[in-house]
Structure formats: structure tokens, C-alpha cells
């Protein structure tokens, strides 16, 4: 990695705009970036400036490394593009050039599609080994609603097996490529359970998009950004605890027509705000005001 970052930094001048994301370059490094190309754009859509709550060892100096240098960092960029609001609060302290564009995603291959399986209702997360942890969030609730509701299954796309539900019935599928599409699709309601770790407070589970895209309506986690995605009976609706949890799965599981309405208002909102031709159009014009030197002095959008 190190000798990439010479590599790139010694060729940068070829270039009318050198795009870093995530992890920004440090020490002398950043002064050769600097020294070869002006026009330097930085994406992130992390709470790098954090402690990673997954470096051990030397990836742990060097995560300590990187939050040191990353002020400086962000000084010397012509642009900082932040996936939310919370990154870019933190960006504006040290440049105020500054844009908002939340990961996209391709709403023609996530789209809804019909169901017809009778009376079953799936509640369905998507994640990794590293995100499975979050469902620990869930167990009790999902236990007594697994009770209420026999015909609910649980499906997880991606969670390892260190969370034990007990007395549900529980799908539990790899995540692929391939099959992610068509096992998102079966999902009836998405869950987005959300501690409040610092690290957590800067990420906007993508998951959420996914879901929105869909047509799938969401319960989350009332904390982090989560509620700049969900918005209240609209799109989905927030729990604070276990009660709320119970209660506001119990509403959508017994209301079909109700998990319709709020899963077409996400999926609309999905198109306008997230869709990768919206993200296009605002990435193109940042990248063409900074090579035309335009730049106002604070953009926030």
C-alpha cells in the first residue's frame, strides 16, 4: 500500500483531478500529492477520524497514525465529498468545501417484485461477520414476536453463527452476488438494528437503501443517522427499545397493506434521492467546478 501511495503521489501531475477515497495519504506523502497536483478530491464514507473497533496490532498504530494526519489531510483538498451529515460536520472543521452524496444504488437491478406465499411474513436483515453483532440488539424482541406471530421466519443474508435465536424460525443464507437480488426481494420488512458505539455514529447502514429500493418497508435502530433514511410512517418506523421493537414490528406484520404503502414510498424515495443517475449528476458537477477553479466557499448538498 505504501508503495502505491509514492507511486500515486510521484504521477499525480499527469492528471486534471487525482479522486482519493477513504484513506487519506500522510506525512511527506501528502506534501508530494500536494506539490504534484492541486486538484485533489477526497471521498469517504467512514468515521475514519474514529478508533476502528476491527484494528488489532500494527493496523492499530496505524489506524492511530491516520486519524493524526487526517486534518491535515483534508486542509490541503480542493474538495471533500462526505457519504452524510455527520462526516461532513467534521470535514467543515478544517476545509468548507464540502459535499454530501450518499452511496448509491442501481434501482434497475434493486426493484421490488411480488410475492405470493400466503400468510408467511419475512423479516429480513443483510449484513456481514463483522455487522452480525448488531442482531444481539434484537433477541428479545424477535423472540417474543416469534411467539406472537408463529408464521414470521427470519432471514439473514451474510450474519455468521454467534448469535443464537431461540424458538424462531430462522433462514439463514450466504451472501452472494449472484442470489443477494432475489433473497433481498423475499423480504417483507428490513431491520436495521443500531448500538450506539462511537464508531457507529457516522456510518448510514447501506442496508437501508437496499431495502428502500425494494419496496420494503423498515424498522431501525433510533439512533446514529438512521433517521435521516426512515422517516416515520412514511418509509418505515424507529424503535428506541425493546417495547418500541415489539410494537412497531407488530404493526407492519399485521397490516399488509400498510407494509405496501410504506415499501412504495421508500422505493420512491430510493429513486430520487439515491439512485446512482442522481449521484452521477452531483459528482460530475463537483469535479467540473474544481478543474474550472469555481469552487464556492462552502457547498454543502
Not at 477515497?21 to 478530491?41: S, T
Not at 476545509?95 to 400468510?119: H, L, M, W
Not at 406472537?148 to 427470519?154: A, D, F, G, M, N
Request: aromatic share 10%; proline share 3%.
Amino acid at each position: 500500500m505504501l508503495l502505491k501511495k509514492i507511486k500515486y503521489a510521484l504521477i499525480a501531475y499527469k492528471y486534471d483531478v487525482i479522486l482519493i477515497q477513504k484513506d487519506a495519504f500522510q506525512g511527506i506523502l501528502q506534501k508530494i500529492l500536494y506539490r504534484m497536483n492541486k486538484n485533489i478530491i477526497f471521498e469517504f464514507d467512514d468515521t475514519i477520524f474514529e478508533p476502528s473497533q476491527f484494528a488489532r496490532g500494527f493496523n492499530k498504530s496505524y489506524d492511530k497514525y491516520r486519524r493524526k494526519s487526517l486534518p491535515s489531510f483534508l486542509k490541503i483538498c480542493k474538495h471533500i465529498i462526505a457519504e452524510n451529515s455527520y462526516l461532513a460536520e467534521y470535514t467543515l472543521r478544517y476545509n468548507k468545501n464540502v459535499s454530501i452524496i450518499t452511496a448509491p444504488i442501481d434501482v434497475e437491478e434493486f426493484f421490488p417484485k411480488r410475492k405470493n406465499r400466503g400468510k408467511i411474513v419475512i423479516l429480513g436483515w443483510i449484513g456481514s461477520a463483522f455487522t452480525t453483532n448488531q442482531l444481539r440488539l434484537l433477541v428479545p424482541a424477535l423472540e417474543k414476536i416469534s411467539q406472537k406471530y408463529p408464521h414470521v421466519i427470519l432471514k439473514l443474508i451474510g450474519a455468521d453463527d454467534t448469535i443464537t435465536f431461540q424458538n424462531i424460525r430462522i433462514q439463514q443464507v450466504s451472501w452472494s452476488l449472484n442470489t443477494m437480488i432475489e433473497e433481498l426481494q423475499s423480504f417483507d420488512i428490513g431491520l436495521m438494528p443500531l448500538d450506539e458505539d462511537l464508531f457507529n455514529k457516522g456510518r448510514l447502514g447501506y442496508k437501508m437503501i437496499q431495502y428502500m429500493s425494494m419496496g420494503i418497508p423498515i424498522v431501525a435502530s433510533n439512533t446514529g443517522l438512521n433517521p435521516e433514511v426512515v422517516i416515520e410512517n412514511e418509509n418505515g418506523f424507529l424503535a428506541s427499545n425493546e417495547q418500541e421493537w415489539i410494537d412497531k414490528l407488530s404493526l407492519l406484520i399485521e397490516n399488509p397493506k400498510l407494509r405496501k404503502k410504506l415499501g412504495e414510498n421508500g422505493r420512491k424515495k430510493a429513486v430520487e434521492k439515491y439512485s446512482l443517475r442522481t449521484a452521477e449528476q452531483k459528482f460530475l458537477r463537483i469535479i467540473t467546478k474544481v478543474v474550472q477553479k469555481e469552487l464556492s466557499t462552502k457547498e454543502i448538498g
